[in-house]
């Protein structure tokens, strides 16, 4: 059974940081791309990042170029988001994904697995 378990959410204060884990199991990833989603309440569940798990390519939303940084460990089947210089607008659940299809790395109908999310809170 295919499982993607987010972890390390919390309350952070503007301009702090967080890093959130992925931890994957129940198959082999190693042809998909794992991304990073988040959803605020009454909005849309939006992408922030991907990486392919082989090779290692990063693909960023605008909105957290230059602050957020995806990784992966091999070793561990784990995704990594490291999230610095963090902004009340960054307050959202965050969900990992995974697909195996190409396309678009922002279209959520193409993802095969997701996880249950983690609550980020950014306080001002």
């Known amino acids: 059974q295919v499982q993607l378990v987010e972890s390390g959410g919390g309350l952070v204060q503007a301009g702090g940081s967080l890093r959130l884990s992925c931890a994957a199991s129940?198959?082999?990833?190693?042809?998909?791309?794992m991304s990073w989603f988040r959803q605020a309440p009454g909005k849309e569940r939006d992408f922030v990042a991907t990486i392919y798990w082989a090779g290692g390519s990063t693909y960023y939303a605008d909105s957290v170029k230059g602050r957020f940084t995806i990784s992966r460990d091999n070793a561990k089947n784990t995704v990594y988001l490291q999230m610095n210089s963090l902004k009340p607008e960054d307050t959202a659940v965050y969900y990992c994904?995974?697909?195996?299809?190409?396309?678009?790395?922002?279209?959520?109908?193409?993802?095969?697995?997701w996880g249950r999310g983690t609550q980020v809170t950014v306080s001002s």
């Open positions: 129940g198959r082999t990833f190693i042809n998909y791309a």
């Open positions: 994904a995974a697909r195996s299809s190409v396309g678009s790395v922002s279209s959520r109908a193409l993802y095969d697995y």
